[in-house]
RNA sequence: GUGGCUAUAGCACAAUGGUUCGUGCACCGGUCUGUGGCACCGGCAAUGAGGGUUCGAUUCCCUCUAGCCACC
């Protein structure tokens, strides 16, 4: 269990390693579809495996929600359940703070819900976050946090991050009772667009001891460039002998950009929401520079005859036998057929530009 | 052939005797970042033809044309 550099780029801050984790091992830096309730939306676990990725990003909250501990649990956890023997990483809730903000409150304790299912109370605690992953055999356990909304005040930002960090050690303690070496755990660094702030979680954190770090609170409408900053901030700060990761991010080229500073594990919901919405992901070049790829949108009309697949040079399930007339065709008929292909294809692409990034900190061109 | 019904955007339908005639689909453009959403935001685009009534007609009347239904 856990994370050994094997290569160091010389020409900035990005590196490839291996995780390991009770399910398997992942190369880093590495990127993880979202399977939020348990399912890459519209793929099998055969899918997601044939697409490269290795390890997927669950929700605590939601899983908790529906079906609930009772079922995952009689299931024989979460791997089982959703037939996925690679790694998991679950999200501890925290992201709900921010996106589903209008439906809870904040206190010391942790986080109230409104449940969106039966309009119920559920109190979310750091104890409580850790016990449910747990529960769900998680491989990789995030803190609870709070996501502060972008922008953020200076006086805000700052007790939230205090918040947090409570809420780490309060997790971390409860970890501790599990005496579990099969689970990592992570904290989670906010402190939104301060570098003081962002400094000084990073320290709190470091002091608890945890097994990987993320930087989360980005991604969150701020300009990407505050994006970058804020990495610059805190990942000089975090052990080197420990895996970095970004939450919610992000878009390829930002991907990229985020690993030059040393960052080894990223999520984000873009290939697979993009993919049921129609904008599929396709290669300009080769070398990750400049606009190396391009977004094509499936449901526009030029694309009515064209028999050729979405992108010539992917190898994902879609592009070897579907043209993107066809695709297209069941997009716009509602075929749920579209989806799943769109996304095996996005998903795919997703894992080839890892594939790319890590050979390029290999070779020594990132 | 006779009678009836209909004619509004590319398609399917709304509405109205009085400034800019709506909606859905399609089409065009955009958004989506630790997923409540195969979602959301914009845009293009129409009163079949001719005549009459009226201050004013897409609306009421007549003719033509076309389609649908019924009857012979």
Redesign the pocket.
Known sequence: MGFRVQYRSRRSAARAGILRTAHGTAHTPFFMP?A?RGA??GLTADDVRASGSRVV?A?TY?LWQRPGLGTLKRAGGLHRFMAWDGPILT??G???V???S??RKITERGVEFRS??DGKKHLLTPEKAIEIQHALGSDII?SL?E?PPYPSTRVYAAHSLALTTRWAQRGFDRMKKFRSKKQLLFG?VQGSSYRELRRESTRQLLNIGFDGY?I??L???EP?EKMYQAIGWVEPLLPKDKPCYL?????PE?IVEAVRRGVDMF????P???A????LYVWKRRALTGAFYGEL?I????Y?HDVRPIDPRCDCGACRQYSRAYIRHLM?T?D?L??RLATVHNVRFFATLMEAVRRSIRTGTL
């Open positions: 979202i939020t890459v939306k990003l929700n939601h999200d501890s925290g992201y709900q921010f996106s589903l209008a439906r969106e299912i995030m946090d996501c989670i993320a989360g609170g991604a969150v409408g990407a939450m919610g991010v992000g878009k930002q999520d984000c919901v873009i697979t929401r993009n049921r919405h129609g904008t949108r449901k526009q009309a030029a009515a716009n509602g749920p579209a989806l």
